[in-house]
């Protein structure tokens, strides 16, 4: 079974700057996504950004200029680097590896707190 393992959460003041990595436990056949959803309390899950396996990315409107989506193939892992954080992204991020198609692989990490407070 795969796992994905987030690291970097923490509690950060407003302006402040995180950056969130994950890792797979083994390389994963045919993943062609690598993303970063969040889940605030009360709220859904929502996609925060992803890429591509050809580079390409995509971000949330209330992030974009602000976070940075990066991968490394080689290591399986994905980043996301944080900054000018605001106190409306306090949430469990979530990262998540899957191929083109949901139902042919979806895997998700356990998730890493990170809190935007003074």
């Known amino acids: 079974q795969v796992q994905l393992v987030e690291s970097g959460g923490g509690l950060v003041q407003p302006g402040g700057s995180l950056r969130l990595s994950c890792v797979a436990s083994r390389s994963i056949f045919g993943i062609n996504v690598m993303g970063w959803y969040r889940q605030a309390p009360g709220k859904q899950r929502e996609l925060v950004a992803d890429?591509?396996?050809?580079?390409?990315?995509n971000y949330a409107d209330s992030v974009r200029g602000r976070f940075t989506i990066s991968r490394d193939n080689a290591k399986n892992t994905v980043f996301l680097q944080m900054n000018s954080l605001k106190p409306e992204d306090t949430a469990v991020y979530y990262c998540n590896f899957r191929r083109s198609s949901r139902s042919l692989g979806d895997y998700w990490g356990q998730g890493t707190q990170v809190t935007v407070s003074s």
């Open positions: 890429m591509t396996s050809g580079g390409s990315t």
